[in-house]
């Protein structure tokens, strides 16, 4: 059975995480927070003042709930079940942070809320991510 740290070096290291450049800042007691950097490639059509694609930004906030869903002793496996994303603004040349926040989880089932904001601190997005876990 791999460690936490293994499991979260393991995250990060998918193919999709790294062409995004997704990086777990923090992680444990069933809170995560993560980055994307901003680069250029994760525009939508518009040139350099052009928003993140909506894309881009969902699979951060799956990033995140799957760290902190990966935070807590009772997961071994898991895989997303559902994810509902409410993109509140647009982010435009900056970072994103998300913050993932366990809401409950049982044997099976975890449910977590994310926030995902710029780097002035305004929301962009919020999901709610239902995960399976084992």
Same mark, same amino acid.
């Not at 040139?47 to 699979?59: K, M, Q, T």
């Not at 990033?63 to 009772?74: L, T």
């Not at 994303?85 to 975890?110: C, E, F, P, W």
């Given at each position: 059975?791999?460690?936490?740290?293994?499991?979260?070096?393991?995250?990060?290291?998918?193919?999709?995480?790294?062409?995004?450049?997704?990086?777990?800042?923090?992680?444990?007691?069933?809170?995560?927070?993560?980055?994307?950097?901003?680069?250029?490639?994760?525009?939508?059509?518009?040139? =350099?003042?052009?928003?993140? /694609? +909506?894309?881009? *930004? @969902? $699979? &951060?906030?799956?990033?995140?709930?799957?760290?902190?869903?990966?935070?807590?002793?009772?997961?071994?496996?898991?895989?997303?079940?559902?994810?509902?994303?409410?993109?509140?603004?647009?982010?435009?040349?900056?970072?994103?942070?998300?913050? =993932?926040?366990?809401?409950? /989880? +049982?044997?099976? *089932? @975890? $449910? &977590?809320?994310?926030?995902?904001?710029?780097?002035?601190?305004?929301?962009?997005?919020?999901?709610?991510?239902?995960?399976?876990?084992?």
């Amino acid at each position: 059975m791999a460690t936490r740290r293994e499991s979260f070096e393991s995250i990060q290291r998918a193919p999709v995480a790294a062409m995004l450049g997704l990086k777990i800042e923090s992680a444990s007691d069933g809170v995560a927070v993560a980055r994307m950097p901003f680069r250029p490639a994760l525009l939508n059509d518009g040139g =350099a003042s052009a928003p993140v /694609h +909506g894309g881009a *930004i @969902a $699979s &951060l906030a799956d990033f995140a709930a799957c760290a902190a869903v990966w935070s807590i002793d009772a997961t071994q496996r898991s895989a997303t079940i559902s994810m509902t994303v409410n993109y509140t603004g647009m982010a435009i040349q900056s970072d994103l942070i998300a913050r =993932a926040v366990l809401r409950r /989880h +049982g044997k099976r *089932i @975890a $449910s &977590l809320n994310v926030e995902i904001r710029d780097s002035k601190n305004a929301l962009i997005a919020d999901a709610l991510v239902t995960y399976k876990i084992a």
